[in-house]
């Protein structure tokens, strides 16, 4: 196999959609499966659109994810800088060359004869195309005088090719228009800078959502045009949001700097996007970037759209939690302290919160948000809890335990679960009845890890204090 050579491609249009996310992470499996080299190209044709710091931008959160480029528009590289702003002159030169080859010509149609023509097929319903009226004039516009340079589609025939998706896939060259290549504004089109910058940087595989697929054919007759080898395409199958139509905004999150921000660790969200389309061949589900580039490959990539279920993507979110040490998740959890300025807490405390709640979180986050008793005392109390266990007697119930609690030398949960059956048995009540308000006491919810050990780390004088507090204000 020729070195392998692939390629992400943006419109640099501000945020990195999930499906971009995707398409560069394919590209970059492969790349280093293949020991080859992974091209950013930023694609800027189009001048209307562009963003200001998008390109910075999306480089980082690339980067965030854990996928990085081997050339670029940073790093340069043998035909670099790859911004095809940068590179009209190589775009005009190639388009010079159709021209002289009978594969294209100027057109100088006004825009106003052409939504003329626009509106006129579109009224007899016909489907608006060019009516190639100057195709054969062999015009040659003086540098002033506005005109575009189109490109000579066969009017009979069609073109195969080969996707490695969806095997071969055959257009009518009836349904091609005669496409524009340079713009009025000196810019070449999607369809010319792709095809002479795929050649120029000896891109193997080309990978790219579906729903490019239509412009192929244009492409595929510019690699004969020009007498170039095809390299291998491949489109991806459509993200679906569960009601199968197109993954948008309306329904959810659809960049990657929402699922960034929201909290979703880098691990999961690569790991999820990956499994959006490609499958293993087995029922795998958790992968690291390393066990993913070993196990890619286009043929295991499918046709139909892959949906993009959230519940999932948290599943995925809690699993990867749980790979991670502690450290790491301590690592990453003492920022967020700081942020919510919640006060100091020495790491071994940090590290055994994380050590039994990390079953229990979704989100680094939720080692506060679903726990926030172990940072500050309790000063509301869940009112269902209240309701079902909280009786006239629980006051003196807890404030016996609580007195019990002063004679424990050693405050670990067992010695503190001792204590707690002891009372019960001296009470002649079920160890439940001091068990479920003492939760709520000590922790304002009904719900957490094994209480004893939560006791434990809370400490002898927070549970007792808590505990006085709770019977003062519930009774
Ligand atoms: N510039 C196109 C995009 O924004 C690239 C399509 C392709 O990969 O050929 O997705």
Redesign the pocket.
Known sequence: MNKVRTRF???PTGFVHVG?LRTALYDYLLAKKFHGTFVLRI?DTDQTRQVEGAVKDLINVMHWAGIDFDEGPIKGGPYGPYVQSERLDIYHKYAQQLIQDGHAYYCTCSQERLEQLRERQIASKLPPAYDRHCRNLNLQPKPDEPHVIRMKVPMEGDITFNDAIHGNITFSFRNVDDQVLIKSDGFPT?HLA?VVDDQLMQISH?I??EE?ISSTPKHILLYQYFGWQVPIIAHLPLILNPDRSKLSKRQGDVTVEDYRAKGYLKEALINFVALLGWNPGDTRELFSMQELIENFSLERCGKSGAIFNTEKLRWMNEQHIRLKTDQELLDMLKPIIVERNLGQFSDQYLLAVIALMKERVTFVKDFIDNCAYFYQDPTSFDQAARDKNWTPETGARLSAFAERCQGIKQFDATAIEQALRAEAEQQKISASRIIHPLRLAVSGVSVGPSLFHVLELLGKDTVIQRITYAVATLG
Request: charged share 20%; no cysteine; hydrophobic share 35%.
């Open positions: 491609a943006p419109s971009s694609e999607y792709v080309v790219r959502g490019w």
